[in-house]
Protein backbone atom coordinates (compact mmCIF):
# COMPACT_ATOMS: atom_id res chain seq x y z
CA UNK A 1 0.00 0.00 0.00
CA UNK A 2 1.91 3.11 -1.42
CA UNK A 3 2.48 5.91 1.79
CA UNK A 4 -0.32 8.65 1.91
CA UNK A 5 1.21 12.00 0.68
CA UNK A 6 2.70 14.53 2.65
CA UNK A 7 3.99 18.28 3.02
CA UNK A 8 7.82 19.44 2.84
CA UNK A 9 7.46 19.25 6.85
CA UNK A 10 6.11 16.01 6.68
CA UNK A 11 2.40 16.45 7.66
CA UNK A 12 0.12 14.45 5.98
CA UNK A 13 -2.26 16.04 3.22
CA UNK A 14 -5.29 15.62 3.59
CA UNK A 15 -7.67 14.14 0.54
CA UNK A 16 -8.69 17.01 -1.54
CA UNK A 17 -11.87 16.82 -3.43
CA UNK A 18 -11.95 16.88 -7.37
CA UNK A 19 -13.57 20.38 -7.04
CA UNK A 20 -10.48 21.51 -4.74
CA UNK A 21 -7.74 20.26 -7.17
CA UNK A 22 -9.82 21.98 -10.30
CA UNK A 23 -9.63 25.19 -8.26
CA UNK A 24 -6.12 25.11 -7.80
CA UNK A 25 -4.98 24.57 -11.16
CA UNK A 26 -7.92 27.10 -12.66
CA UNK A 27 -5.99 29.73 -10.09
CA UNK A 28 -2.68 28.62 -11.06
CA UNK A 29 -3.97 29.62 -14.84
CA UNK A 30 -5.40 26.46 -16.83
CA UNK A 31 -8.15 27.28 -18.73
CA UNK A 32 -9.59 23.44 -19.09
CA UNK A 33 -9.66 23.24 -15.46
CA UNK A 34 -11.76 26.57 -15.15
CA UNK A 35 -13.88 25.49 -17.68
CA UNK A 36 -14.30 21.35 -15.75
CA UNK A 37 -14.55 24.06 -12.37
CA UNK A 38 -17.77 26.00 -13.83
CA UNK A 39 -19.43 23.10 -14.91
CA UNK A 40 -19.07 21.31 -11.90
CA UNK A 41 -20.34 23.94 -9.62
CA UNK A 42 -22.94 25.35 -11.46
CA UNK A 43 -25.35 23.22 -10.05
CA UNK A 44 -24.81 23.73 -6.43
CA UNK A 45 -24.09 27.71 -7.51
CA UNK A 46 -28.11 27.54 -8.60
CA UNK A 47 -29.23 25.49 -5.11
CA UNK A 48 -27.16 27.99 -3.03
CA UNK A 49 -28.37 31.17 -5.20
CA UNK A 50 -31.95 29.73 -4.37
CA UNK A 51 -31.37 29.83 -0.38
CA UNK A 52 -31.09 33.54 -0.83
CA UNK A 53 -33.57 34.15 -3.56
CA UNK A 54 -36.81 32.47 -4.03
CA UNK A 55 -37.88 33.03 -7.47
CA UNK A 56 -36.18 30.78 -9.45
CA UNK A 57 -35.32 32.73 -12.61
CA UNK A 58 -33.60 35.63 -10.12
CA UNK A 59 -31.42 32.40 -8.46
CA UNK A 60 -30.88 32.00 -11.93
CA UNK A 61 -29.64 34.60 -12.56
CA UNK A 62 -27.66 35.63 -9.65
CA UNK A 63 -25.89 31.81 -9.99
CA UNK A 64 -24.91 33.02 -13.70
CA UNK A 65 -23.40 36.24 -11.94
CA UNK A 66 -21.85 33.81 -9.56
CA UNK A 67 -20.42 31.55 -12.19
CA UNK A 68 -18.55 34.88 -14.14
CA UNK A 69 -16.81 36.17 -10.65
CA UNK A 70 -16.07 32.99 -10.53
CA UNK A 71 -14.41 32.93 -13.55
CA UNK A 72 -12.99 36.27 -13.50
CA UNK A 73 -11.46 36.47 -10.11
CA UNK A 74 -10.26 32.96 -9.65
CA UNK A 75 -6.55 34.37 -9.99
CA UNK A 76 -7.77 35.65 -6.25
CA UNK A 77 -8.25 31.97 -5.06
CA UNK A 78 -4.70 31.57 -3.11
CA UNK A 79 -6.14 28.01 -1.34
CA UNK A 80 -5.74 28.77 2.47
CA UNK A 81 -9.29 28.12 2.77
CA UNK A 82 -11.23 25.42 0.95
CA UNK A 83 -12.81 26.41 -2.56
CA UNK A 84 -16.47 25.77 -1.13
CA UNK A 85 -15.88 28.50 1.52
CA UNK A 86 -14.60 30.84 -0.95
CA UNK A 87 -17.75 30.48 -3.63
CA UNK A 88 -19.76 30.87 -0.46
CA UNK A 89 -18.54 33.98 0.10
CA UNK A 90 -18.83 34.88 -3.97
CA UNK A 91 -22.65 32.90 -3.58
CA UNK A 92 -23.66 36.10 -0.62
CA UNK A 93 -21.97 38.26 -2.36
CA UNK A 94 -23.81 38.08 -5.90
CA UNK A 95 -26.96 37.54 -3.97
CA UNK A 96 -27.18 40.51 -2.15
CA UNK A 97 -26.11 42.23 -5.38
CA UNK A 98 -29.26 40.81 -7.30
CA UNK A 99 -31.52 41.54 -4.29
CA UNK A 100 -30.48 45.22 -4.23
CA UNK A 101 -31.26 45.39 -7.89
CA UNK A 102 -34.30 43.65 -7.69
CA UNK A 103 -35.50 46.51 -5.17
CA UNK A 104 -34.03 48.81 -7.19
CA UNK A 105 -36.36 48.09 -9.79
CA UNK A 106 -39.28 47.45 -7.61
CA UNK A 107 -38.96 50.73 -6.58
CA UNK A 108 -39.11 51.84 -10.10
CA UNK A 109 -41.87 50.08 -10.98
CA UNK A 110 -45.82 51.70 -10.87
CA UNK A 111 -47.82 50.57 -8.39
CA UNK A 112 -49.86 47.06 -8.59
CA UNK A 113 -53.01 47.42 -9.19
CA UNK A 114 -55.99 46.30 -7.30
CA UNK A 115 -56.16 43.54 -10.14
CA UNK A 116 -52.72 42.04 -9.38
CA UNK A 117 -53.29 40.20 -5.83
CA UNK A 118 -50.27 38.08 -6.44
CA UNK A 119 -47.61 38.78 -4.27
CA UNK A 120 -44.67 39.03 -6.41
CA UNK A 121 -41.48 36.62 -4.54
CA UNK A 122 -39.03 39.02 -5.45
CA UNK A 123 -40.24 42.04 -2.76
CA UNK A 124 -42.00 39.75 -0.28
CA UNK A 125 -40.93 38.56 3.05
CA UNK A 126 -43.30 35.94 3.81
CA UNK A 127 -42.03 33.60 1.93
CA UNK A 128 -41.45 30.11 4.15
CA UNK A 129 -38.03 29.32 4.01
CA UNK A 130 -36.62 32.32 1.50
CA UNK A 131 -34.06 34.38 3.39
CA UNK A 132 -35.31 37.69 2.15
CA UNK A 133 -35.74 38.81 5.84
CA UNK A 134 -32.31 38.48 6.46
CA UNK A 135 -31.36 40.08 3.10
CA UNK A 136 -33.56 43.00 3.83
CA UNK A 137 -31.53 43.24 7.04
CA UNK A 138 -27.58 43.01 5.99
CA UNK A 139 -28.75 45.83 3.06
CA UNK A 140 -30.40 47.93 6.53
CA UNK A 141 -27.32 47.18 8.41
CA UNK A 142 -24.61 48.28 5.42
CA UNK A 143 -26.85 51.44 5.20
CA UNK A 144 -26.49 52.23 9.02
CA UNK A 145 -23.61 50.40 10.30
CA UNK A 146 -21.12 49.53 6.92
CA UNK A 147 -18.38 48.31 9.27
CA UNK A 148 -20.62 45.47 10.51
CA UNK A 149 -21.57 44.14 7.64
CA UNK A 150 -18.53 41.75 6.82
CA UNK A 151 -18.04 40.06 9.96
CA UNK A 152 -21.83 39.30 10.08
CA UNK A 153 -21.74 37.94 6.29
CA UNK A 154 -18.49 36.04 6.81
CA UNK A 155 -18.64 34.59 9.85
CA UNK A 156 -22.69 33.62 10.09
CA UNK A 157 -23.47 33.44 6.50
CA UNK A 158 -20.05 31.93 4.83
CA UNK A 159 -19.26 29.86 8.06
CA UNK A 160 -15.76 31.32 8.04
CA UNK A 161 -13.27 30.01 11.21
CA UNK A 162 -13.27 33.43 13.19
CA UNK A 163 -9.48 33.91 12.31
CA UNK A 164 -9.78 33.66 8.56
CA UNK A 165 -12.72 36.07 8.66
CA UNK A 166 -10.93 38.65 10.44
CA UNK A 167 -8.48 38.00 8.50
CA UNK A 168 -10.77 38.90 4.94
CA UNK A 169 -12.17 41.91 6.92
CA UNK A 170 -8.47 42.88 7.05
CA UNK A 171 -8.79 43.64 10.94
CA UNK A 172 -7.18 42.07 14.22
CA UNK A 173 -9.35 39.22 16.01
CA UNK A 174 -11.22 41.14 18.66
CA UNK A 175 -12.06 43.82 16.80
CA UNK A 176 -13.91 41.35 14.41
CA UNK A 177 -15.52 40.12 17.15
CA UNK A 178 -16.75 42.90 18.72
CA UNK A 179 -18.30 43.93 15.26
CA UNK A 180 -19.89 40.78 14.92
CA UNK A 181 -21.18 40.96 18.24
CA UNK A 182 -22.54 44.57 17.14
CA UNK A 183 -23.80 43.41 14.23
CA UNK A 184 -25.96 40.78 15.85
CA UNK A 185 -27.13 42.77 18.03
CA UNK A 186 -28.82 45.52 15.31
CA UNK A 187 -29.96 42.41 13.15
CA UNK A 188 -31.32 40.21 15.59
CA UNK A 189 -34.47 43.27 16.51
CA UNK A 190 -34.98 43.51 12.79
CA UNK A 191 -35.14 39.82 11.93
CA UNK A 192 -37.94 39.27 15.10
CA UNK A 193 -39.93 42.33 13.65
CA UNK A 194 -39.81 40.89 9.97
CA UNK A 195 -43.39 39.58 9.07
Same mark, same amino acid.
Request: hydrophobic share 40%; charged share 30%.
Given at each position: ????????? +????????? =???????????????????????????? &???? &????????? !??????????????????? +?????????????????????? !? %??????????? =?????????????????????? %??????? !????? %???????????? &? %???? !?????? +??????????????????????????
Amino acid at each position: MPAAPTTPT +GAAVPDQSP =TEDLARRAAAGDPAALDALLAAIRPEVV &RRCG &RFLPCREDA !EEAAQDVLLQVARKIGTFE +GRSRFGTWLHTVVANCCRQKYR !E %LKRRSAEQPAA =TVDDLRADPRTTSVIAGSRIDL %LEALDRL !EREHP %LLVEPLVYRDIC &R %LEYA !EAAERV +GIPLGTFKSRLHEARRQVRPWLAEAP
